[in-house]
């Protein structure tokens, strides 16, 4: 099962912000969320990751809560072109390790930028 | 620089066939991973490989199977194809996140696979 659960749907005027939360109650300490969108029929496209302190790039801003429980991301001036299906995953990342976690998505939010 | 590259990208096949689908990873990542994606099931993990050498697994049946070269370049394989394995087959690749690094993935644009 995911990780994560996110609203199934939002809508969002062109031009203003879009605030997409997404929980993850039960992430590690070793463990990053990683945003993803995926216009359609196309691959996921990386967006945005952090582990514990808010992430800022030319994209999007993600605000991570104190407790990790959960994350917004953010698009500060929504545009048409965003709009898409957005996945928030928690995987581990850095250092070494011995095992390979699987990555797993879950249905994501899809975000409908409306004109 | 060039991105993840899928290849073919669309196939139609018949049930009982086989198809074998192949991704190219970003020069230099190690990792390469496969996802099935259907309407009805979304992004599926199907399996991790790096080193040529599969890491872990998603819960989908012994039909499926891949393998790494020593280029990092991977291959997946569908034998005994059924309708339901209709669907958007995906890799993504990425760094070893031994290497310290943080581990994003890059996704190509898929293959998809209609099984008739």
């Known amino acids: 099962d995911a990780k994560t659960t996110q609203p199934p749907s939002m809508d969002c005027a062109e031009g203003r912000a879009a605030n997409l939360p997404c929980n993850h109650s039960t992430i590690s300490g070793n463990e990053y969320v990683y945003w993803y969108r995926q216009i359609h029929s196309q691959g996921p496209q990386y967006i945005i990751h952090g582990l514990k302190n808010n992430e800022t790039n030319e994209m999007a801003s993600l605000i991570i809560t104190e407790d990790r429980k959960s994350s917004t991301l953010i698009l500060p001036h929504a545009t048409l072109r965003d709009t898409a299906v957005y996945y928030c995953i928690v995987r581990v990342a850095g250092g070494l390790r011995t095992s390979y976690d699987k990555v797993i998505f879950g249905p994501g939010t899809s975000l409908s930028v409306i004109p | 620089k060039a991105g993840v590259t899928q290849t073919p990208r669309y196939l139609i096949k018949t049930r009982g066939q086989q198809v074998t689908l192949s991704c190219s990873p970003i020069?230099?990542?190690?990792?390469v991973s496969w996802y099935q994606q259907t309407p009805g099931q979304g992004l599926q993990f199907l399996f991790e490989?790096?080193?040529?050498?599969?890491?872990n697994k998603g819960n989908f049946p012994g039909r499926f199977s891949g393998r790494q070269f020593s280029n990092s370049r991977s291959e997946m394989n569908v034998s005994t194809l059924e309708l339901g394995d209709s669907a958007l087959y995906l890799c993504?690749?990425?760094?070893?996140?031994?290497?310290?690094?943080?581990?994003?993935?890059?996704f190509g644009e898929g293959s998809r696979l209609t099984v008739l």
């Open positions: 490989y790096f080193s040529e050498t599969q890491r």
């Open positions: 020069s230099g990542h190690r990792s």
């Open positions: 993504a690749s990425s760094f070893h996140p031994g290497q310290g690094v943080t581990g994003e993935l890059f």
